[in-house]
Structure formats: structure tokens, C-alpha cells
């Protein structure tokens, strides 16, 4: 194979398991990446030398345009987005601009260069919001409760609209949450494993948490990646909700966690008004029943294991980190 996929949002943590995935696939990838006066490349530093960055820019039509025309790619995954749901509240605009707007400028730029191009939409549970029926599937109408979900909402339905107005081969894939040791330490599963290990290693004697009885459908991230491209590979562009199938709280997330390390929850969680949302987003649980029959996609990796994997990751994270001297007091934490 000889195809050459351009990936934005390369240096997050799908887009390092959907680059890993491609390259053991024969494709040539291409990252797309902001130009940024730091690294954040922490997460593909592995596959240096193995695929290509150029500059781009979602908030930047004519670098879409150049990076399509000088790479020429035969599938786009757009997957850069201002992700983290709170931030939405504070930067409404700006998440407005990369997570909305940001895929009118891709959709454009493939209608401009290349509408033979195959598009894919990292679309999210987060438009369900206040869910109209429990499990949602691809038919359920969207309530999105925060900017994020809204700027999603955009996002996908116009994706809809490029694939019936140009006949552009464009689908959406409406993940819901999925987490691996790659996620930002910001979300609220590596917020847990990695307090967990700090815990563990006597780096810390507690962690502030927000809702604990919101329930998510948790799933592993590189298993999702591999719903994205068969989702390319079809002979119908369409959308498909990708999910587990079971929800878990973030209450069951913390016992999971803790009791992998012999601990208990309870002793070390807080719960922080001031981390509640403006609006709760209480349940999500997907269907993926289409992606099963239609992509032959399933789920490998269970939410136990997936947290476990998260914590183990976490220990030996701060483990080596600890041997380098690079905590304070961290020699004799190790030790113990």
C-alpha cells in the first residue's frame, strides 16, 4: 500500500494511535501540527523518522489548502479539536473557531483540492448532552450541554452536509469517551490513575473530584482508532456511533483504580463543588450496534483493564522518574 493520510491533531492521543495504526497498515502519514514555541510531541517522539509533520493550522484556511496540495492525501482525519469539556465554558470562542469552524475550513479545503479525498470527523457523545433515550445510537436527536458538545454538533452535521451537497466520501464517527496512558492529565480518568500512582509512591494523600455518580461509557483508545479507518474503507460514506455498550461511574472508575494498588477509594477521594459543570452531563452509553454489523468493529479491551493499564502505566511513569531524582524526596518513596 502506498496511501498517504494526513492526520491532524497527530501529537494527541487518538492521533498517535491512529498514526501507529496506519504506518503497521503500509501507509505514508502525515501529521499536521500548530506551529507552537514548545514541544508537544511527547506522544509520537517514537515514531520520529516514521511519518511526516507540516505546518497547519485549523484556525488557517490557506494552510489546510497547502497541506493538502503538497501532500496529497487520499484519506483526512480530522481529529484536532479544543477538547477538554470545561475549558469549553471559558473559551467559548476559540472553541467555537477550531472544534466548529475548523471543519468547515478541512471540508473546504477537500472540496477545493481533492473532492476524490475520504474525510473523517472525530464527532463525539458529547452532542447527545441531555440525553433524549437511553442507549443513544446514530438516530438519537443531539442536546448538547456545553460549548464543546455544541461546536460537535456543528461539526458533524456539516460534515453530513459536504457528503450530500458535493459528494464528498465524508463520515463522522460519534465517539463516545475512550482513554488510554496517552490521555491529558486533565481528563478525569488520567486525573484518577495518575493520583493514584502519585498516592501509591507517597507523593500525594489526595484527589479532588467533581461528579462521582456520572456515568461514561469508557472505552480504550486504540481500539477506537481502528473504528476510524474502517470507517474510510467502506463503499458508503455513513456515521457510526462507536462505544462499549456499558456505562460505568466515575465513582466505579476511583474503586477500580485504587483497589488495583490495594487501596481504597474512599480514604483519599474529595469531592470539589468547583469541579461540577455549569450543566451536568449525567449519563452516556452508546450503541455501536451498526459499527458491530456494518464495520465488523468490537471493543477488545474491558473498563477494567483499561483503567488497570492506566495505572500501571502511571506507577512506573513516576517510578522512573522517581530513580532519576526528578520528584523531591522521591528516592525514598521508591524504595518503599
Not at 103 to 111: F, N, P
Not at 211 to 234: S, T
Request: aromatic share 10%; glycine share 8%; net charge negative.
Amino acid at each position: 500500500m502506498d496511501r498517504t493520510a494526513l492526520i491532524t491533531g497527530i501529537t494527541g492521543q487518538d492521533g498517535s494511535y491512529l498514526a501507529e495504526l496506519l504506518l503497521e497498515k503500509g501507509y505514508r502519514v502525515v501529521g499536521m501540527t500548530r506551529r507552537s514555541s514548545t514541544d508537544h510531541h511527547e506522544r509520537i517522539a517514537h515514531l520520529a523518522g516514521k511519518v511526516k509533520l507540516v505546518q497547519g493550522d485549523l484556525l488557517d484556511q490557506a494552510s489546510i489548502v497547502a497541506a493538502m496540495l503538497s501532500e496529497r492525501p487520499a484519506e483526512v482525519y480530522n481529529l484536532a479539536a479544543q477538547s477538554f469539556v470545561p475549558t469549553s465554558w471559558n473559551q467559548p470562542v476559540l472553541t467555537g473557531e477550531f472544534t466548529a469552524l475548523g471543519v468547515t475550513r478541512m471540508l473546504e479545503a477537500i472540496r477545493q483540492v481533492d473532492p476524490t479525498i475520504r474525510f473523517y470527523q472525530a464527532s463525539s457523545s458529547e452532542m447527545f448532552g441531555k440525553v433524549r433515550e437511553v442507549p443513544q445510537n446514530e438516530l438519537t436527536p443531539f442536546h448538547p450541554r456545553s460549548p464543546y458538545g455544541v461546536a460537535k454538533a456543528y461539526g458533524h452535521y456539516l460534515t453530513v452536509n459536504y457528503r450530500e451537497s458535493y459528494d464528498i466520501f465524508a463520515v463522522s464517527g460519534i465517539l463516545f469517551n475512550h482513554e488510554s496512558p496517552r490521555r491529558g492529565l486533565e481528563f478525569v480518568s488520567r486525573k484518577i490513575t495518575d493520583a493514584v500512582a502519585r498516592i501509591k509512591l507517597g507523593f500525594a494523600d489526595e484527589v479532588p473530584l467533581g461528579n462521582l455518580d456520572a456515568r461514561r461509557d469508557w472505552g480504550f483508545a486504540g481500539d477506537y482508532v481502528d473504528a476510524m479507518w474502517r470507517m474510510l474503507q467502506g463503499d458508503e460514506a455513513r456515521d457510526y456511533v462507536i462505544a462499549t455498550g456499558k456505562a460505568h461511574t466515575v465513582r466505579e472508575l476511583c474503586h477500580v483504580a485504587f483497589e488495583h494498588v490495594g487501596l481504597d477509594y474512599q480514604e483519599f477521594v474529595r469531592t470539589d463543588e468547583d469541579l461540577f459543570r455549569p450543566a451536568e452531563v449525567d449519563q452516556l452509553l452508546g450503541d455501536a450496534t451498526l459499527a458491530r454489523t456494518e464495520l465488523g468493529w468490537t471493543p477488545r479491551v474491558s473498563f477494567e483493564q483499561l483503567v488497570r493499564m492506566m495505572v500501571d502505566a502511571d506507577l512506573e511513569r513516576y517510578r522512573v522518574l522517581g530513580r532519576a531524582g526528578m520528584i523531591p524526596g522521591s528516592q525514598d518513596a521508591i524504595a518503599r
